[in-house]
């Protein structure tokens, strides 16, 4: 007798065979390339082993600590601003007499919809030395001579984590605003009764029934800031001075604009990866495994 032969489409696991496929094929594939790249050196066309060369470089190269402390003080400085902004403003949003939400949260969101060339271009010209913000602060004699946003290392810095703060504050806060919408109204009404203030009320229950879209948000927040470089690009170009170039910029320039550094690109590559990955790690086990 013969025995009857699956079909894997009746039980939907075929269905994964194109999606596993692709995915080794244009990722795994990839990583793996490129992993074996990291450990070479020479012209592209050209390439031979060399070790672990690439990785002791980066530990004397001037242009890679620069850029990888600028990397580290936006991720410090803006992320924990970006999601304080964002947990604040979706606690406005989620009130219930509020008027005009739709309109709001639209206007909110909007940024992070917004083409990265041209709001990084529209931010360019509003922070220029004649631009809108330096003469706003000037009538109000907040300053007395327009302040070099652009070509000053500090101010760049500044300007940048304004820049993505602007830009993404938005993204969260819809994280943030479906998770508030989530959490039972009766437990707020309990608390009114009890005499808890909404700032009460935002601390002891909605942050901490949020705390898994914190996690979540912080994790992708931390990624999207190591991987850093649209902003760079078209408002400072990592100026003055390397003073706000980022690692993502410097592995774009050693490939693309420099001699072509392939192999050493590719290492630098695999470092931001490994952070990302202890990062990640390190803010789930902060956050608890549940």
Same mark, same amino acid.
């Given at each position: 007798?013969?025995?009857?032969?699956?079909?894997?489409?009746?039980?939907?696991?075929?269905?994964?065979?194109?999606?596993?496929?692709?995915?080794?094929?244009?990722? $795994?594939?990839?990583? #793996?390339?490129?992993? *074996?790249?990291?450990?070479?050196?020479? +012209?592209?066309? !050209? @390439?031979? =082993?060399?070790?672990?060369?690439?990785?002791?470089?980066?530990?004397?190269?001037?242009?890679?600590?620069?850029?990888?402390?600028?990397?580290?003080?936006?991720?410090?400085?803006?992320?924990?601003?970006?999601?304080?902004?964002?947990?604040?403003?979706?606690?406005?949003?989620?009130?219930?007499?509020?008027?005009?939400?739709?309109?709001?949260?639209?206007?909110?969101?909007?940024?992070?919809?917004?083409?990265?060339?041209?709001?990084?271009?529209?931010?360019?010209?509003?922070?220029?030395?004649?631009?809108?913000?330096?003469?706003?602060?000037?009538?109000?004699?907040?300053?007395?001579?327009?302040?070099?946003?652009?070509?000053?290392? $500090?101010?760049?810095? #500044?300007?940048?984590? *304004?820049?993505?703060?602007?830009?993404? +504050?938005?993204? !969260? @806060?819809? =994280?943030?605003?479906?998770?508030?919408?989530?959490?039972?109204?009766?437990?707020?009404?309990?608390?009114?009764?009890?005499?808890?203030?909404?700032?009460?009320?935002?601390?002891?229950?909605?942050?901490?029934?949020?705390?898994?879209?914190?996690?979540?948000t912080s994790?992708?927040?931390?990624?999207?800031?190591?991987?850093?470089?649209?902003?760079?690009?078209?408002?400072?170009?990592?100026?003055?001075?390397?003073?706000?170039a980022t690692?993502?910029?410097?592995?774009?320039?050693?490939?693309?604009?420099?001699?072509?550094?392939?192999?050493y690109a590719?290492?630098?590559?695999?470092?931001?990866?490994?952070?990302?990955?202890?990062?990640?790690?390190?803010?789930?086990?902060?956050?608890?495994?549940?």
């Amino acid at each position: 007798m013969m025995k009857k032969i699956k079909n894997p489409l009746r039980d939907g696991n075929g269905f994964l065979v194109i999606p596993v496929v692709m995915i080794t094929l244009l990722v $795994f594939v990839p990583m #793996v390339f490129g992993l *074996i790249t990291s450990f070479q050196t020479g +012209t592209p066309m !050209n @390439m031979t =082993f060399d070790g672990l060369a690439n990785y002791k470089r980066l530990l004397s190269d001037k242009t890679f600590i620069t850029a990888f402390k600028n990397t580290v003080l936006y991720l410090i400085i803006q992320v924990p601003i970006m999601l304080f902004l964002a947990i604040i403003i979706s606690n406005f949003l989620n009130d219930k007499k509020l008027k005009f939400k739709g309109l709001f949260r639209t206007a909110i969101f909007l940024p992070c919809i917004t083409s990265l060339v041209s709001y990084s271009l529209v931010m360019k010209s509003i922070f220029a030395n004649d631009g809108i913000v330096n003469e706003i602060l000037m009538k109000l004699h907040l300053i007395a001579d327009p302040i070099q946003w652009i070509t000053h290392p $500090f101010w760049a810095k #500044v300007l940048i984590i *304004i820049s993505i703060t602007w830009r993404w +504050t938005g993204y !969260n @806060m819809i =994280f943030f605003l479906s998770g508030m919408q989530n959490i039972d109204s009766e437990i707020y009404d309990a608390a009114e009764v009890d005499g808890a203030s909404k700032w009460d009320q935002l601390i002891k229950i909605t942050i901490p029934n949020l705390k898994p879209i914190i996690l979540f948000t912080s994790i992708t927040s931390t990624i999207g800031t190591l991987q850093l470089f649209d902003e760079i690009a078209n408002i400072t170009n990592g100026g003055p001075a390397n003073a706000t170039a980022t690692i993502s910029q410097y592995i774009y320039n050693l490939m693309f604009k420099f001699t072509p550094q392939f192999g050493y690109a590719a290492a630098m590559a695999f470092v931001v990866s490994i952070i990302i990955i202890i990062l990640s790690l390190i803010q789930t086990k902060v956050g608890g495994e549940k």
